[in-house]
């Protein structure tokens, strides 16, 4: 029996401390869903996913950071099969390293189709730097958010063609989504390529993305996101929804 009447949050980090702070995106990306007002606990590893206990059965969004290029077939059919259930999920920057273990991207064919989209490359810009972010309008994870800038890693993704783009930065003579929404049988699945380290956690525009994200896809009303987050500080004295 679930204890909760509300929805609640579970984030998961999986992989190594190599190249990501695994440690400082549990802690940060946790902090960040509990101010969007979802309980939220932490956890590593996907193994979870495959016959899940009671705190991973009862989430109802996972909110997912990887730092590996290994993902079980079986940890990943489970994950599916949970999200395609009802379940929720945000997958975060390095979430879709699909393609690179033994196997190629057939080994990660269930993830690839859940999450929608695969990292490619950093680009021709370098690895990092200040990105620009436009950002539509007119969906319930970007409401309250303007157009706005965050020094984060550049991706350049392979991604389906259902993904609505949310939001999306200037590459070349184009342009590279940085989020976007998609749905995945019952459930709703948001990924953003951002969020690298912690300069980018700090970001209240990020923050807010994946705080409405989160909401969102745990199925939270569309006419509620805009009032379950609303006190946040986006700076230059500013709040979402007007003073106090």
């Given at each position: 029996m679930k204890l909760r009447n509300g929805?609640?949050?579970?984030?998961?980090?999986?992989?190594t401390d190599l190249h990501h702070d695994l440690l400082g995106a549990a802690l940060a990306l946790q902090e960040i869903v509990?101010?969007?007002?979802?309980?939220a606990a932490r956890a590593v590893g996907l193994d979870r996913f495959v016959d899940p206990m009671p705190a991973t059965a009862e989430a109802d969004v996972y909110v997912l950071y990887r730092s590996s290029v290994t993902f079980d077939p079986a940890q990943?059919?489970?994950?599916?099969?949970?999200v395609a259930a009802g379940k929720g999920l945000v997958a975060v920057h390095a979430s879709n390293l699909f393609g690179f273990g033994p196997g190629g991207l057939d080994a990660d064919r269930a993830a690839y189709e859940l999450v929608g989209s695969r990292y490619v490359s950093h680009g021709d810009a370098g690895s990092e730097g200040r990105i620009e972010v436009s950002v539509r309008e007119g969906h319930p994870v970007t409401r309250h958010l303007d157009d706005?800038?965050?020094?984060?890693e550049y991706y350049v993704l392979e991604y389906a063609p259902d993904v609505e783009v949310l939001a999306e930065?200037?590459?070349?003579?184009?342009t590279e989504p940085v989020?976007?929404?998609?749905?995945?049988?019952?459930?709703?699945?948001?990924?953003?390529?951002l969020g690298h380290d912690a300069r980018a956690w700090g970001n209240p525009w990020f923050r807010q993305l994946v705080r409405q994200a989160t909401l969102w896809a745990a199925g939270v009303g569309d006419d509620l996101i805009g009032s379950w987050s609303t006190r946040?500080?986006?700076?230059?004295?500013?709040f979402i929804g007007g003073p106090a």
């Open positions: 929805p609640s949050a579970l984030v998961v980090v999986e992989g509990l101010e969007g007002g979802l309980p990943q059919e489970a994950l599916s099969a949970l706005f800038a965050i020094d984060d930065r200037r590459a070349g003579e184009g989020a976007y929404v998609r749905e995945h049988g019952a459930g709703r699945v948001c990924y953003t390529s946040w500080p986006l700076g230059n004295a500013r």
